[in-house]
């Protein structure tokens, strides 16, 4: 059963701990299951008498402890504060507790339903990695996506260390495509931690976040105000809270510009590829195809931003490095972002 059903069935009062986007789609799924939800409470820092989400009134966690001998708690925002986590390890020891899986794009849910619809592509994708540790971080996963619950998400953890000192080979890569680049904070890491590095194509498509990252000025890094995607044009973005873009959602828009990677290096080697690109992996690959091909380069493709992305990625990339090792790592996070597919050359 997974969390949903069990959320439906339960008798237990269900509280939200947090607001926003993440508690919005919490409470779009409970209108799917008919789940009532009992309140929504935020962190003491955050709490202001008479504030309201969603018609409800935003309380604190002590008031539902008075109002309640037990009810369920539901974390509804993401994050990878330390003391964050950890007052939501001290509620956890106290209360039931889960983190829902809900997409960071689209609207498909990993229940039941879909991983019996998809269970063959994802033990095909899962059988696809290279290492046990992969594969243990992947059961995990799918795991922690049914259930919510923390114990599968902390199983799923590595530390990054471990991805720069033994899968990574950083002395061969001279050059780099950064998709995704943000204000530059990758491009920054590359230049730290590959000391034959020359040259970074960073690729970032949001307007505030390029002017961030043009403020650089380590020459190697060569700002290019477009995404990464299929093909070049013009796409109408709605500019969201948070770290990116989304498509065709309604709110505040803007006209951003894409292109594929292929025709910005323009045939030029690259060694490395880094694709975050906030739901458009897929589209930026195959704008990738040619240089990957010419090049075989290593690659990192993030796989948390859409439900599908965690098994129909791996097999696409498969297929396209059939002779590159896949190694899935994720970093410390509530709920399961920073899923990464480090995609190696096998003679590196």
């Known amino acids: 059963m997974d969390l949903w059903k069990y959320l439906k069935n339960t008798d237990k009062p269900i509280v939200i701990y947090g607001m926003g986007n993440g508690a919005d789609k919490i409470l779009s799924v409970f209108d799917h299951y008919g789940i009532k939800c009992a309140g929504i409470f935020a962190s003491d820092d955050f709490y202001r008498p008479g504030k309201c989400f969603?018609?409800?009134?935003?309380?604190?966690?002590?008031?539902?402890?008075?109002?309640?001998?037990?009810?369920?708690?539901?974390?509804?925002?993401?994050?990878?504060?330390?003391?964050?986590?950890?007052?939501?390890?001290?509620?956890?020891?106290?209360?039931?507790?889960?983190?829902?899986?809900?997409?960071?794009?689209?609207?498909?849910?990993?229940?039941?339903?879909?991983?019996e619809e998809h269970k063959a592509d994802i033990l095909c994708a899962r059988e696809l990695l290279y290492d046990e540790r992969s594969k243990e971080i992947f059961d995990n996963i799918i795991s922690y996506r049914l259930s919510g619950k923390l114990e599968y998400l902390f199983g799923a953890e590595s530390d990054p260390c471990e991805v720069w000192e033994d899968i990574l080979d950083v002395q061969k890569y001279v050059s780099i495509a950064d998709c995704g680049a943000y204000t530059g904070d990758t491009a920054a890491e590359f230049i730290q931690k590959c000391p034959n590095v020359k040259r970074i194509y960073a690729l970032e498509p949001d307007p505030k976040n390029f002017k961030k990252l043009t403020?650089?000025?380590?020459?190697?890094?060569?700002?290019?105000?477009?995404?990464?995607?299929?093909?070049?044009?013009?796409?109408?973005?709605?500019?969201?809270?948070?770290?990116?873009?989304?498509?065709?959602?309604?709110?505040?828009?803007?006209?951003?510009?894409?292109?594929?990677?292929?025709?910005?290096?323009?045939?030029?080697?690259?060694?490395?590829?880094?694709?975050?690109v906030e739901g458009a992996e897929l589209k930026a690959l195959t704008g990738s195809e040619e240089t990957i091909k010419?090049?075989?380069?290593?690659?990192?493709?993030?796989?948390?931003?859409?439900?599908?992305?965690?098994?129909?990625?791996?097999m696409y990339v498969h297929r396209l490095c059939p002779c590159h090792r896949l190694y899935l790592r994720r970093f410390s996070y509530i709920p399961d972002w920073d899923i990464?597919?480090?995609?190696?050359?096998?003679?590196?």
């Not at 002590?62 to 990878?80: G, K, M, N, P, Q």
Request: charged share 30%.
């Open 54 to 115: 969603q018609g409800m009134a935003v309380e604190r966690y002590s008031d539902f402890c008075s109002r309640y001998e037990d009810f369920i708690v539901l974390v509804s925002f993401a994050t990878s504060i330390a003391e964050v986590r950890e007052n939501i390890l001290r509620i956890a020891a106290e209360r039931e507790l889960y983190a829902p899986c809900v997409p960071v794009y689209g609207d498909t849910l990993f229940n039941d339903e879909y991983y």
């Open 215 to 276: 403020a650089n000025e380590d020459e190697r890094i060569i700002p290019i105000n477009k995404g990464a995607w299929d093909k070049a044009e013009s796409v109408e973005f709605n500019m969201g809270a948070g770290r990116g873009a989304a498509q065709g959602k309604k709110g505040k828009t803007v006209m951003l510009d894409f292109d594929t990677l292929d025709n910005v290096t323009d045939g030029e080697a690259i060694d490395y590829i880094k694709y975050d």
């Open 294 to 314: 010419k090049h075989s380069p290593d690659l990192l493709v993030s796989l948390y931003h859409r439900t599908e992305d965690i098994f129909e990625l791996v």
């Open 340 to 348: 990464n597919l480090y995609v190696i050359k096998e003679d590196s």
